[in-house]
């Protein structure tokens, strides 16, 4: 079974730009979260989709966004990007019963300059 | 609102040394617990998790934790720590019967493993 694939791996901006980045989950989960880790803050939660919903959502300002597609694929959106975004983005993948284990992909490494 | 906090931001143990990573949690009702591995420019892998069956959880690579309630804690240990343990080292809670998959991390314990 493949795992939850994160494209690209590596990405470099340039602040006020925005950015998208995708996440593949596990065949069959239909519940995808999206976490951003930095040295400062650690591993925040961002939010997470179920069935194209967004059911969870942290503390995150308006500029990040996402959506979850019909097959479960799920992008998330920073605009105007400030230094501060540059992060290594989490996407997990979770099976349909609740409160089970998240399964990470190998992340999004944002270089915002 | 619940918390996690991980004592001790690094750890370095000789090669066979006991491992013992310290988490404690915050919640007005024992949430679900999970101790997970990041190794460098990786996601995150589970190592283990209490889901309110046994106390004392058995995950993969020879690590356990035990939740006690009355210490709020899920100490992870491995009896006999191997060069390959070196990794950092998360412990996360989610809510106990909330909807939804939403994990609340700490703040990790890295590990050098000394040989």
Redesign the interface.
């Given at each position: 079974k493949a795992g939850?694939t994160q494209t690209p791996r590596y990405l470099i901006k340039t602040r006020g730009q925005q950015v998208t980045l995708s996440c593949s989950p596990i065949s069959g989960h239909r519940?995808v979260?999206w976490?951003q880790q930095t040295p400062g803050q650690?591993?925040?939660?961002l939010f997470?989709y179920?069935s194209e919903t967004q059911?969870?959502k942290?503390n995150f300002p308006g500029r990040f966004s996402g959506r979850q597609f019909s097959n479960s694929r799920s992008e998330m959106n920073v605009s105007t990007l400030e230094l501060g975004d540059s992060a290594l983005y989490?996407c997990?993948s979770?099976p349909p019963q609740?409160?089970?284990?998240?399964?990470?992909?190998?992340?999004t490494?944002l270089t915002v300059v | 609102a619940q918390s996690v906090t991980q004592l001790g931001s690094h750890v370095s143990v000789s090669e066979g040394a006991l491992v013992l990573l310290r988490c404690n949690y915050s919640s007005s009702v024992p949430p679900y617990l999970f101790w997970y591995v990041q190794y460098p420019n990786q996601g995150l892998q589970l190592l283990l998790k209490y889901t309110s069956a046994a106390t004392l959880v058995k995950g993969i690579n020879g690590f356990e934790a035990e939740f006690k309630k009355s210490e709020t804690s899920f100490h992870l240990t491995k009896p006999s720590a191997h060069m390959s343990d070196a990794a950092e080292y998360f412990c996360a809670v989610s809510p106990f019967g909330a909807a939804g998959n939403k994990l609340t991390f700490g703040g990790g314990t890295r590990v050098l493993v000394k040989p």
């Open positions: 939850v519940s979260s976490y650690g591993l925040q939660f997470e179920f059911r969870n942290g989490l997990a979770s609740g409160n089970t284990e998240a399964f990470f992909g190998q992340g490494r | -």
